[in-house]
């Protein structure tokens, strides 16, 4: 098989000091050698690429990605309906492809509306468009009159575009399975304000109660959940109600770290279900350019 050898890299390995004048080789899609010096079995069919001292390094991830956001807040229209679905597709390959070519290899979405990210995350795997390896979101889950559920009642709003409408813990439960099967390996949750919303940081947006069943009812089904979560109050509660990411987290504290080690230290929710859906991402598809 013929291979790829980069020589004169400045490597940066995620685990040690930056090495100069390393040599990295690549067979396929495998690193298979990485070493300093000179390359003394070159064959004919190889691709020799000198980087002169340039940095080769992993690639990144970013782990809070909205492919379909632009000029957020810029419009009046309600939260997710900025634009038509089919525009904000588009939207979201230009921005894949955007995060792709500045070096990230994987995104964990944070939230898109009408289901754009599973269909996104198809056409990535199936080669029609480039992107990185891609975790798809949900739309916002949270109850009603919730931060981004904020456009008048007399709209009378049948499409909700980003958001997500539930209240009490059997509408959680529906919410979240109806989501993961339209395609969502990761929820999102809105359990405050705060952090650019327009409700204060201090509201709850949903009970304890709606959340353990949110949370629970993604695991059950080898999914991660994340929420957007501003007070103390609400991070604390949501360690203890077992979600997986905490977004933004503006009140974190020395206790509250102190409760999120401990919970990863000791609670049985990190199952195997989970952890699969974790690896089976990270070995997914990304494009011939990643």
Known sequence: MDRTVFTNANL????????????????????????????????SGDRVIDLGGRTLMPGMITCHFHATYKDLGSTPSPYGLERPPAY?????????????QSGFTGAISAGAPFD????????????????PRFMAGSRDVSTTGHANDNFPWYYEMAALGMVRRCDGPDEFRKAIREEIKRGAEIIKLFVTGGHGVFAPKELMEMTE??????????????????????????????????????????EMDTECIERIVEAGRSSPRASSSRRHSCS???RGSASPTA
Request: charged share 25%; aromatic share 0%.
């Open 116 to 131: 754009i990210d599973p269909s996104i995350k198809q056409a990535i795997s199936d080669g029609l468009i480039p992107g």
């Open 209 to 250: 109660v709606e959340l353990r069943a949110a949370c629970e009812t993604a695991h059950e089904r080898g999914r991660l959940i994340r929420g957007h979560i501003v007070s103390k109050r609400a991070i604390l509660m949501a360690v203890a109600a077992g979600i997986d990411v905490i977004d933004h987290g503006d």
């Open 280 to 282: 089976r991402w990270a």
């Open 88 to 100: 904000q597709a588009v939207l979201a390959a230009k921005q894949l492809e955007l995060a792709l």
């Open 12 to 43: 940066v390995d995620g685990e040690h000091p930056a090495k100069p004048a390393s040599t990295v080789i690549i067979e396929g899609n495998k690193i298979t050698s990485v070493g300093t010096g000179t390359v003394t079995d070159l064959a």
